[in-house]
């Protein structure tokens, strides 16, 4: 059961507002990412971070902002929010279970923020 | 960069065997994953092979690969209407660095 967590589960706002998605694991992984899904369409990596205040962009370009203070919290932060930011925002965190095989990484999900704007 | 494809849709009945494909580009892929999506939950790891195998069986599942023509498929036997789900093939290539390169999907439905 993987300890991965994000909050609201669902969020339906105003053009122009601030919002922070939250993301928190208690798993002690030090990679986590945030991926943008639309309906029938691939994950879009958004943002990552390898540990405390290492923070990187991904591969779509995205108009937000990550923040990694703690090993356990990895929040998304959109300053002003438009209606092209509606999508379903996932949260993740990895895990390397074999300690010789640096590159397999298994990756657990939290359940998604569905956002919606206005 | 890494390109990931797969079909989108696949519909079975239940008791039969469901195989979905994916074929991807990067060739120095190490680890190939597949992870499976249900209605309004995140992700969950199905199972993944190392670039190095050609098949890997875990109870229902089996994942085969032929890395000549970059294509991976997981195939589910005796589907039950539990599976019914979205199902994404994911890549991590040599370097590592970088997050895993997932495809668009197969949303796997199971009729009664």
């Known amino acids: 059961e993987a300890d991965i967590y994000q909050t609201p589960r669902y969020l339906v706002i105003g053009t122009g507002k601030k919002i922070t998605l939250e993301c928190s694991q208690t798993?002690?992984?030090?990679?986590m990412y945030w991926y943008q899904q639309d309906p029938g369409m691939e994950l879009h990596l958004i943002h990552y971070?390898?540990?405390?205040?290492?923070?990187e962009k991904g591969d779509l370009s995205s108009e937000s902002t990550v923040s990694r203070i703690r090993t356990e919290h990895f929040p998304l932060t959109l300053e002003s929010a438009r209606p092209s930011h509606t999508s379903q925002y996932l949260c993740?965190?990895?895990?390397?279970?074999?300690?010789?095989?640096?590159?397999?990484?298994?990756?657990?999900f939290g359940s998604g923020t569905q956002l919606s704007v206005l | 960069g890494e390109d990931v494809e797969q079909s989108l849709f696949l519909s079975v009945r239940e008791g039969d065997s469901s195989v979905i494909n994916c074929t991807y580009t990067?060739?120095?892929?190490?680890?190939l994953y597949w992870y499976k999506q249900e209605p309004g939950a995140g992700l969950q790891l199905l199972t993944y092979?190392?670039?190095?195998?050609d098949m890997k069986q875990d109870q229902r599942l089996t994942v085969l690969l032929n890395k000549k023509d970059k294509h991976l498929s997981l195939r589910i036997a005796d589907t039950q209407t539990g599976d019914s789900a979205i199902y994404f093939c994911?890549?991590?290539?040599?370097?590592?660095?970088?997050?895993?390169?997932f495809g668009s999907g197969t949303r796997l439905q199971v009729q009664p």
């Open positions: 092979i190392f670039s190095n195998m």
């Open positions: 798993m002690g992984h030090d990679k």
């Open positions: 993740a965190s990895g895990e390397t279970p074999d300690r010789g095989a640096l590159t397999n990484e298994k990756l657990f």
């Open positions: 994911a890549v991590r290539g040599y370097t590592g660095r970088r997050a895993l390169t």
């Open positions: 990067d060739s120095s892929s190490t680890y």
């Open positions: 971070s390898y540990g405390v205040n290492s923070t």
